[in-house]
């Protein structure tokens, strides 16, 4: 079952431009959005979240937006860089505690190629 | 500050083979968590440990995969034995808990090819 969904396989932008990647959810009891950043032969590495109380979080020059209602979040890169080339992953959970299940489940992957 | 550890990076094995996945946690994680890639789509959860106990393993292939964190460190998973839909990249990540807020640090993964 796809609770997660990153309908858009790949989005090309030139340098400078503004990305933005998208992210639909389908189980309301996730509480906690998170985007992870993937180089080809690397794991994947934390990026930005975002809980469910609030709708915006930036941190420098990414931003993540999430719309409870439509269940919908998006990932906005301003300005685009060339090493921002990579594949994101939109993932989402429950944020239990400690020892509990936090049941996170991630989309398939968006590849972003910035053009110099 | 050493990363999360993964050996080995590439192995290809025949159906029906026995294979084992080695991860080293990030000094001090308590939790542990096992995924696997297949090509083409995201990261899906196969196990949470917290310390050496079992947190959850509802998306486990139990019939055929196992997992073990012996002393709450490192951690082995197993596949056997493999089917040709096993072939995908194995992740192990770590955590210095199991809330969600704190970050998950994924090691390089190991590449599975079954033919």
């Known amino acids: 079952d796809q609770q997660v969904k990153q309908n858009s396989p790949s989005l090309s932008v030139q340098e400078g431009r503004i990305s933005i990647l998208n992210c639909d959810y389908t189980?309301?009891?996730?509480?906690?959005f998170l985007w992870y950043k993937k180089y080809p032969a690397e794991g994947p590495t934390f990026l930005i979240s975002i809980s469910s109380i609030k709708d915006k979080n930036e941190d420098g020059r990414f931003t993540v937006f999430l719309n409870k209602s439509a269940k919908h979040l998006s990932l906005h890169i301003v300005p685009s860089q060339p090493g921002d080339s990579a594949v994101y992953f939109c993932?989402?959970?429950?944020?239990?505690?400690?020892?509990?299940?936090?049941?996170?489940?991630f989309g398939a992957g968006t590849r972003l190629t910035v053009k110099p | 500050e050493a990363g999360v550890a993964q050996s080995p990076r590439y192995k290809i094995i025949e159906k029906r083979q026995s294979v084992a996945f080695w991860c080293n946690p990030i000094s001090g994680h308590a939790t542990l968590y096992w995924y696997q890639q297949i090509l083409g789509q995201g990261p899906k959860l196969l196990i949470q440990f917290q310390n050496n106990g079992v947190v959850d393993d509802s998306q486990l292939p139990k019939d055929r995969f196992s997992a073990e964190r012996l002393k709450g460190v490192d951690s082995t998973l197993k596949i056997q034995p493999a089917k040709l839909e096993d072939s995908a990249v194995y992740l192990c990540?770590?955590?210095?808990?199991?809330?969600?807020?704190?970050?998950?640090?994924f090691g390089p993964g190991t590449r599975l090819t079954v033919t």
């Open positions: 189980n309301s009891m996730f509480d906690y």
């Open positions: 993932a989402a959970s429950v944020a239990g505690g400690e020892y509990n299940n936090n049941d996170m489940r």
């Open positions: 990540a770590s955590s210095a808990s199991g809330s969600s807020s704190y970050e998950q640090y």
